[in-house]
Each structure stands twice: as structure tokens, then as C-alpha cells.
């Protein structure tokens, strides 16, 4: 049984890439079920220097990113969608 299963060639090291109003790269995380779990980012400045991880809830897809908040849409369980909005608190800068 085993045998039979087939594994992929090579797994993507990212699913998406973001660019926010700051000009910071949010680099959304591969994960293999899009639809389970919360969504990790792992967030850039312009120099490539590692600013924060971020988790957003699951199923969100943002739109707009900007410095003091995080714009989206999330389905829920019925594949109905619903725009959200979340506060962004930046520690840096």
C-alpha cells in the first residue's frame, strides 16, 4: 500500500507574496490543506530584513495591507465570503 502512494516531485517554498503600503513584503507560507489552519506570514522590509510572523485566521485572503491594519475576505464553512478587518500593531519602525 504504501508503494502505491505518490509523493510530489518538490514543494513550493511560498503560496503568495504581498506587497503592503510601507513597501514591506508579506510572504505567505506554503501549506499543503489552504483551507485548514491559520494563515502564516512571514513579513520583509525593503533591505530583506526579517520583520515578524504574522497568523491570520483561516481562509482570509488579504487585499489591502496597510501600516495599522490588514483588509481581507474569509469564507466561511458555506464558501460564503465576508470582508474583515484587522488591527496591525508594529512594534518597529
Do not use: C
Request: aromatic share 12%.
Amino acid at each position: 500500500m504504501y508503494e502505491a502512494i505518490q509523493f510530489p516531485d518538490s514543494i513550493p517554498a511560498f503560496r503568495s507574496l504581498f506587497l503592503d503600503d510601507t513597501g514591506d513584503l508579506w510572504v505567505r507560507e506554503y501549506q499543503p490543506t489552504e483551507n485548514r489552519g491559520p494563515v502564516r506570514w512571514r513579513v520583509y522590509d525593503r533591505r530583506g530584513y526579517p520583520l515578524a510572523h504574522v497568523a491570520g485566521p483561516e481562509r482570509f485572503r488579504p487585499t489591502d495591507i496597510g501600516r495599522h491594519y490588514v483588509l481581507g475576505i474569509r469564507k466561511d464553512d458555506l464558501d460564503v465570503e465576508h470582508v474583515e478587518l484587522y488591527e496591525l500593531e508594529r512594534i518597529r519602525r
